[in-house]
DNA sequence: CAAAAATTCAAACAATCGTTTGATTTAAAC
DNA sequence: GTTTAAATCAAACGATTGTTTGAATTTTTG
């Protein structure tokens, strides 16, 4: 990966969180990459290749770190469940961590990734399962282990509200700005997932510990 | 709002909800709708008026009944903080009771309106915090009442989680479908926003009882 | 029924979209 | 230093964007 290219990539985490991936522009990512419009084409192929592309130079190593923590917490607690916290910590916090970084480069991309997830370009799902297959599958069975192995569909429930918030807060991160009337440090990362895997968490124990209606498993 | 401003509005629901905003086309509105490609800027003026009627249409209903409940409650409590399962309810059930009607059309725009909270178009601020600015200073206090009063960055922190999860729950249900392979009844919403609420109280509970490094009230 | 107002219509507006082309410049290989 | 290959460039491609226009049509009013 070549300057030109990260530049482009760099503008166009920036566009794409602006504008989604429809609305963004390549002349616009262009010009703020300060290269020739004829550039992603040559370089990625086309605008949907630059998505991928931009997608998975970041999402594929916290994938990796993601699974090497798992794997990490599950042989240090032996055949026992690993601790819910440390799960959800897992998932939600090598992903928050990008949303600091000296040149804010990572805000704009999770904010771009949390825009594509919305949208309804067909290859949009074929490349977050492309992506996330793996890591759904390991995380969902250690939930579910953790969570006292509850009913299929309240651990689907359960994975689905912790996307939901996690996508939330990478989607709605400047809202905490207007909601906290300044009064809140918008930049405190740390602070924020340490708030967040306890939401998340506590949610999901009250979850599983409600009795459902129309619970089988 | 005659029919053809009605014709408008539904297909529009739909085409925002697929594509955003700035994705959107005025031509593939007024195709599906069945009407002049001039009807929308004759009707409603241009097609960012044609959004925020789209959304006052909807949400105006869904916040004053929002606003009676409340009222109710609080009433029914006496100078008692009404129980936080009951907030949270309030907040999410008539919003997310829109994933069922007839027609799918609530679907389609609680889809198109939480597409919308995340563009970057400059009147989409303007917009929610029109809509929604009362609505949010009232269950703010509720819930930090209902609370025990903790810290304002508590507050703040909890009210944007749940904003959070129902937001996601809002652009994400068709993912339900995928995630539980089939098994789970994404038509169940009764059961959807009961997990729901479950899932936001026990997380919003979790949260105030951690203790937080950097907490200052 | 006639006059007036409201609505619908096809056509065209300028602007922008993603992509392609072919020439030109820069870098690498030998 | 000459030859290939890689990269950049301005220009143009056809298609689509939101909006406007003015005539034709429908509906309402007196």
Redesign the pocket.
């Known amino acids: 990966m ?1 300057s ?1 290219q990260k530049k482009i990539i760099e503008a166009a985490e920036i566009e794409f969180a602006d504008h989604g991936f429809g609305g ?5 990512i262009t010009r703020r990459a300060d ?9 990625f192929g ?3 290749d630059l998505f991928k592309e931009m997608v998975r130079y970041r999402i594929d190593p916290i994938n990796e770190e993601r699974l090497a923590l798992l794997d990490q917490a599950e042989e240090s607690n032996k055949a026992k469940p690993v601790p819910l916290e440390e799960i959800v910590d897992i998932i939600v916090r090598p992903l928050l961590n990008k949303l600091i970084s000296e040149d804010q480069a990572g805000v704009h991309f999770l904010r771009a990734m949390g825009k594509g997830m919305g949208e309804e370009q067909s290859f949009m799902k074929d490349l977050f399962e492309d992506c996330m297959q793996e890591v759904l599958r390991r995380f969902i069975q250690a939930l579910s282990f953790s969570l006292g192995k509850p009913s299929f569909a309240k651990v689907v429930y359960g994975m689905h509200f912790l996307a939901c918030a996690m996508l939330g807060a990478m989607l709605q991160h400047t809202r905490l700005e207007y909601m906290g009337q300044g009064k809140i440090d918008t930049g405190n990362v740390e602070e924020l997932v340490d708030q967040l895997v306890a939401f998340i968490s506590g949610g999901l124990k009250a979850m599983v510990n409600m009795p459902s209606k129309t619970d089988t498993r």
């Open positions: 070549n030109t963004a522009s390549i002349r616009e290269v020739n419009i004829a550039a992603i084409n040559y370089h086309s605008k949907e």
